[in-house]
């Protein structure tokens, strides 16, 4: 019996010891990649693309000065879709991590 509680006292003083090797945790926020569901904005009809050839310049003008608006406006569209996707989540919990890296691919 003596014996016994000897190496149960031997096997919990190695386990002190070897918890003390063992690194502290800490929190590490790492960004998890998600898929985006946003609907991409449909491209509209440019006005140069319905010219005949040969149009005269007057009405080519025009055209493309219509043609400017609708490529900014179809822009602010694309840059709200993108950043809808690209915009931080917001309040995420982080992974714990042992400050070992990680095989992430980059």
Known sequence: MRRYA???ALVALASLLVACGVAPMRMVKVPVP???EVEVPARPAMPTEALSPGV????F?????????L?????GELRAALGACVRPIGSTVGRVHDGRAAASGR
């Open 56 to 59: 005269d310049l007057d009405r």
């Open 6 to 8: 000897l190496l149960v």
């Open 34 to 36: 998600v898929e985006c």
């Open 71 to 75: 490529r900014e406006g179809y822009e």
């Open 61 to 69: 003008s025009a055209s493309a000065l219509a043609e400017i608006e």
